[in-house]
């Protein structure tokens, strides 16, 4: 299993573009990365999937070297509503699906 | 509708009694989970299960029963709530890929969490 390390927590403020990586110095050939948020008494919920290289969506952007032993988020100008735990999640297809959260990172955006 | 419900939302018992979660999902997603999460704690994996009758332990089982007897459902019991297990609990699904594992999309959906107090 993938283990996953993140900073404990960041600050930014508005308008910033935020950047959160995770290491997963571990992490098996057919893993993918995914990255999820987590708001006060809410479940996480998705935000972006990759494998290798740079996938970007509507909210992030996900960047991934070639060893794939790291991953960071990238959050362009965050608002104070971007104020969340991020958790990257490593696994799904390497023969287990036992899904374990690292620590996540407490992102605090200040106006 | 559609999705992934928990009950109850919120539960307050006392020790030594049994609690049981509930986790019901209507996508029929093969691959079911619980998670607790701790006030200012990350998520910690309790159980899993992959389908109907088949489940497995996760990061933190002991004091914790559960069962699947139906792909939707996926309860939870604590058989003797003790103190240290008050805590948010989620249930979260996903579905089965190709090969009989996750889909590679990995989205596990989640649901709303059950906050139990144990007094």
């Known amino acids: 299993l993938a283990k996953t390390t993140q900073p404990i927590s960041m600050d930014s403020y508005e308008g910033q573009e935020v950047n959160i990586t995770c290491s997963h110095n571990n992490i098996a050939t057919n893993d993918y990365i995914t990255w999820y948020q987590q708001f006060p008494s809410q479940g996480p919920r998705f935000i972006i999937q990759?494998?290798?290289t740079k996938v970007t969506n509507e909210v992030a952007s996900l960047f991934i070297p070639a060893d794939r032993k790291s991953s960071t988020l990238s959050l362009p100008r965050v608002s104070l509503s971007d104020t969340a735990v991020y958790y990257c999640?490593?696994?799904?297809?390497?023969?287990?699906?036992?899904?374990?959260f690292g620590t996540g990172t407490r992102l605090k955006v200040l106006a | 509708d559609a999705g992934i419900t928990q009950s109850p939302r919120y539960k307050i018992t006392e020790t030594g009694r049994q609690v049981t979660l509930m986790c019901h999902q209507t996508w029929s997603h093969s691959y079911m989970f619980w998670y607790r999460q701790d006030l200012g704690h990350g998520l910690r994996l309790i159980y899993y299960s992959a389908a109907a009758d088949i489940t497995d332990k996760g990061e933190v089982p002991d004091g914790y029963v559960v069962s699947r007897s139906k792909t939707e459902n996926f309860p939870l019991t604590l058989e003797s709530a003790t103190r240290s297990q008050t805590s948010v609990y989620f249930c979260a699904s996903i579905n089965r890929g190709t090969g009989g594992r996750p889909t590679n999309t990995g989205e596990l959906f989640f649901g709303e969490g059950s906050r139990l107090t144990v007094l």
């Open positions: 999640l490593v696994g799904g297809t390497s023969g287990t699906y036992k899904y374990i």
């Open positions: 990759g494998y290798k």
